[in-house]
Structures are given as structure tokens and as C-alpha cells.
Antibody, heavy 123, light 106 residues
Framework: EVQLLESGGDLVQPGGSLRLSCAASGFTFSSYAMSWVRQAPGKGLEWVSAITGSGGSTYSADSVKGRFTISRDNSKYTLYLQMNSLRAEDTAVYYC????????????????WGQGTTVTVSS | DIQMTQSPSTLSASVGDRVTITCRASQSISSWLAWYQQKSGKAPKLLIYKASSLESGVPSRFSGSRSGTEFTLTISSLQPDDFATYYCQRCNSYSWTFGQGTKVEI
């Protein structure tokens, strides 16, 4: 069964750091681009970052550029999101998602999603 | 940056109705567009990819189409399980932006 399982969400103070993980199973992890998507309470979906199957290229939304870093360890079938300089507006449920193909320049969509992990930024 | 404008933001409908949701791109995105359904407290579910391809396991009452930079999600006969929020997403030019969402309610 194809599955994604996020972990690492927590309550953190403004300015703090957090690393999210997403464990993948049931598919050839290195063949597909992966992405992080977040949803603030009561709001819509916001794309955060994406990474190619090889991990050689990464792209992020302007709202997190310079603060968040997406990475992957294909040997461990795990996707990461390192979040630094956290702000109250980063409070959200963070989902990892598998893309349909391996590219980030253009893709068809995201066909597998995790259940989400909650990040709360508050003092 | 390519903007995606989704409409309407809320849609009231009844079981059996034909429902149409539109997403308009500010410039050409070819067919790099997907549609998702999200129910409260759950992860999104892919319905349509590549603008008009039906994801495996998704009922055939869902369909997607493209006319230039305008994309449409159609539910041919709304079922009780379809009351949810729907999002379009463009996946090109190194940015995978979502539309604002359409809540389909009774």
C-alpha cells in the first residue's frame, strides 16, 4: 500500500526551528517529486516547497523562501522540511504529498497525501 | 507570477444537481492543472490531473476540461458524499499554486 506518514509537528516559539519528516512506503521513492503543502486554521491550501526525485532541485513559495528548506534521503524513503525563523503565520497543518511524476518544473498533480502534522507557532 | 482565480468561493446545490467550478489562469499553463476534493479535517484527494484525466477510483460523475486558460471541474449529478471543498492547482513554472477553493454546500 502506498503511504505517507508525517511527524515532527509541535508547539514552537516565534523565531524557533522545527524539522518535519515524512516517511514513504509502497512506491519507488526516488522516482517521484515530493512536496509540502500547508493549511492554516480555517484557510485554504498553500503550496510550500517541492523537490525533484533525485533531490537535485528544490523550489519554494516566496512566503517561506530563505526560512524553510526541503530535502530528501532516498535511501531512507524520507522527505524533510527544515523550518527556521518561524512566525505565527506559519501555524498550520503540514501535509507531505507525492507528485505524479519526477519533475518540479511541471507536474500533473499530487496523487498521494499524508494525514498531516500540526505546527503551532506561539509564545 | 501566474495567478489562479477560482470561482465561485461558495456554491449551494442539491443532490442530483449539475455543478461547475471554474479556475482561470492569468497566462497559459498548458494542461498542468489538477483538481482536489477536501473534506473537513482530512487530507485533500486528487480527482483530476493533467486538466482532464480522471484519477483511478474517482467516480465518473467528476470530469475536467480546459478551454485556453480556463479550466472547469464538473460534477454531473451531485451526490451526498460530494459536499466538500474543491481546489484547483497549477503545477508548472516551478510553482504549484492552489486556487482559493470552492465550498460546495447543501
Amino acid at each position: 500500500e502506498v503511504q505517507l506518514l508525517e511527524s515532527g509537528g509541535d508547539l514552537v516559539q516565534p523565531g524557533g526551528s522545527l524539522r518535519l519528516s515524512c516517511a514513504a512506503s509502497g512506491f519507488t521513492f526516488s522516482s517521484y517529486a515530493m512536496s509540502w503543502v500547508r493549511q492554516a486554521p480555517g484557510k485554504g491550501l498553500e503550496w510550500v516547497s517541492a523537490i525533484t526525485g533525485s533531490g537535485g532541485s528544490t523550489y519554494s513559495a516566496d512566503s517561506v523562501k530563505g526560512r524553510f528548506t526541503i530535502s530528501r534521503d532516498n535511501s531512507k524513503y524520507t522527505l524533510y522540511l527544515q523550518m527556521n525563523s518561524l512566525r505565527a503565520e506559519d501555524t498550520a497543518v503540514y501535509y507531505c504529498a507525492k507528485a505524479i511524476i519526477g519533475a518540479v518544473a511541471a507536474n500533473y498533480g499530487m496523487d498521494v497525501w499524508g494525514q498531516g502534522t500540526t505546527v503551532t507557532v506561539s509564545s | 507570477d501566474i495567478q489562479m482565480t477560482q470561482s465561485p468561493s461558495t456554491l449551494s446545490a442539491s443532490v442530483g444537481d449539475r455543478v461547475t467550478i471554474t479556475c482561470r489562469a492569468s497566462q497559459s499553463i498548458s494542461s498542468w492543472l489538477a483538481w482536489y476534493q477536501q473534506k473537513s479535517g482530512k487530507a485533500p484527494k486528487l480527482l483530476i490531473y493533467k486538466a482532464s484525466s480522471l484519477e483511478s477510483g474517482v467516480p465518473s460523475r467528476f470530469s475536467g476540461s480546459r478551454s485556453g486558460t480556463e479550466f472547469t471541474l464538473t460534477i454531473s449529478s451531485l451526490q451526498p458524499d460530494d459536499f466538500a471543498t474543491y481546489y484547483c492547482q497549477r503545477c508548472n513554472s516551478y510553482s504549484w499554486t492552489f486556487g482559493q477553493g470552492t465550498k460546495v454546500e447543501i
